[in-house]
Every structure is written in structure tokens, then in C-alpha cells.
């Protein structure tokens, strides 16, 4: 899950303000709560001790 919001020559691009609040908000919590990382072996929420579990994408769009 690549954030490509910012380029505009793709089909995601965001025309609106508040849908690239919307995407980047959503890719970052992926990016810090759901994703483990190679080199850390952990979230990087896990890492920054703000959670103890990784969560489900489920989970997060609830």
C-alpha cells in the first residue's frame, strides 16, 4: 500500500483537500500501526512502546 496521493499523473490523485487528509491520515496509521517492518521486526508504534500488538487492517477501519 503505496501512498501515491501526491502524483498527479495517476488515477488516485487527490482533486480535494480534505480527501488527501483523509488518505494520508489512513496511510499512516497503516504505516505505524499495522505494517511490520523488516529492520525493526516490529510496528513502529510497537517500537515507540504506544501499542503492544500489531493491529488488523480490520481493525483500524473500524
Same mark, same amino acid.
Request: glycine share 2%.
Given at each position: 500500500?503505496?501512498?501515491?496521493?501526491?502524483?498527479?499523473?495517476?488515477?488516485?490523485?487527490?482533486?480535494?483537500?480534505?480527501?488527501?487528509?483523509?488518505?494520508?491520515?489512513?496511510?499512516?496509521?497503516?504505516?505505524?500501526? $499495522?505494517?511490520?517492518?523488516?529492520?525493526?521486526? $516490529?510496528?513502529?508504534?510497537?517500537?515507540? $512502546? $504506544?501499542?503492544?500488538?500489531?493491529?488488523?487492517?480490520?481493525?483500524?477501519?473500524?
Amino acid at each position: 500500500m503505496a501512498c501515491r496521493r501526491f502524483t498527479r499523473l495517476c488515477n488516485g490523485f487527490s482533486k480535494k483537500l480534505e480527501s488527501l487528509k483523509a488518505a494520508l491520515a489512513l496511510h499512516f496509521a497503516w504505516y505505524n500501526l $499495522v505494517r511490520i517492518h523488516r529492520t525493526l521486526r $516490529v510496528t513502529p508504534a510497537m517500537a515507540a $512502546v $504506544v501499542t503492544d500488538r500489531t493491529w488488523e487492517l480490520a481493525e483500524l477501519l473500524a
